[in-house]
């Protein structure tokens, strides 16, 4: 009997093997990488997340806005106006699509996808400074930027510049408004002008010059919206901005910035001159690099995600279509 009892104890007080530590520390070890793993993986989700929304709220802000002020583009403008950027009005636009891009967008509109102004008819122009306009046309005032023209399709002819004086009644039953280039630190470039000769012109419209540019400040590239030749402000950040022209109506060909420039003075434009639609590229980047799903470039190592539009210049089409007829559509 006490045999069987002393036995019974030795085996009951035996502990675990070395093989079953092992197998259980494997175990052990083998669940709680799975469960690290899961917090890490929930971890940089958690990093992720906002910086995604934050980079999508962007490129799509700086998308919304362009799209709005290229919708009234030559708002109020005849056809043959240069609704947008030339080389000669300026010299810093695009290199072929290798680097941000320079958009400048003209039309009778100050604020992005405002109503326009409609033009009023001039009664007399000394061709530089003085328009004669009737009663009418008092809601002109100083500083306001605007376009003369005589709309002449075959010889078409127009001058840009600021309003620096206007006054009522004089001479009796009519308006007098002076025009300058200058106003203010703001300063016409001289490729708006196209009237070296003068010109008799026949309509006055209020316009705003809308131009939007890239800058980098460090690392970041800021994307810049400027009004009338004034001050930029920033619109956000970006990694990339691309602007590519769909020019002539049927059909329609691509060309990268700069645009193709309007017709001289004396000929008509025709569809294939038409800029029929605007094709917007913006591309963001996450402000915090070694995400995930981050991805390699010039800057380092960030999500990147692009979105692109297409806009149609409807003001400029409807122009074209006015001038030219169905060929235009």
């Known amino acids: 009997m006490r045999k069987t009892m002393t036995k019974f104890r030795d085996e009951d007080s035996r502990g675990f093997t070395l093989i079953e530590v092992l197998i259980s520390m494997a175990i052990t070890i083998i669940v709680m990488g799975a469960v690290f793993g899961l917090l890490t993986r929930g971890q940089r989700s958690f990093q992720r997340e ?44 695009g290199d072929g699509g290798t680097g941000p891009d320079v958009l400048e967008i003209v039309g009778s509109s100050s604020s992005a996808g405002e109503m326009y102004y409609a ?11 003085n328009v004669t306009l009737g009663l009418a046309a008092t809601g002109l005032e100083v500083g306001n930027l605007v376009v003369v023209y005589d709309n002449n399709e075959l010889n078409p002819n127009w001058v840009m510049a600021f309003v620096t004086t206007v006054v009522s009644g004089s001479p009796p039953g009519e308006s007098t408004v002076t025009l300058d280039a200058t106003y203010g630190t703001a300063v016409v470039p001289g490729g708006y002008t196209n009237n070296p000769d003068g010109f008799t012109a026949g309509f006055i419209t209020r316009v705003s010059v809308v131009q939007y540019s890239t800058q980098m400040q460090g690392n970041d590239l800021i994307l810049r919206r400027q009004v009338d030749f004034g001050q930029t402000n920033p619109v956000g950040m970006l990694d990339d901005f691309q602007v590519a022209y769909l020019v002539g109506t049927q ?71 006015e001038r030219l007829g169905p060929q235009c559509s």
């Open 251 to 321: 059909p329609q060909v691509e060309q990268v910035n700069p645009p193709p420039p309007q017709p001289t003075r004396g000929v008509q434009i025709l569809p294939v001159d038409i800029i029929s639609g605007i094709r917007v590229t913006v591309a963001a980047r996450s402000t915090q690099e070694n995400l995930a799903g981050s991805s390699q470039g010039a800057s380092g190592d960030y999500i990147r995600k692009t979105f692109s539009s297409n806009i149609s210049p409807r003001n400029v089409i409807a122009g074209c279509a």
């Open 50 to 93: 906002p910086q995604v929304a934050e980079l999508q709220q962007n490129a799509r802000t700086a998308l919304d806005m362009v799209s709005k002020d290229v919708l009234q583009a030559g708002a109020g403008l005849p056809v043959e106006f240069p609704s947008f950027t030339t080389t000669a009005i300026n010299a810093n636009v």
């Open 119 to 129: 033009p009023e008819p001039v009664v007399s122009f000394d061709g530089t400074t």
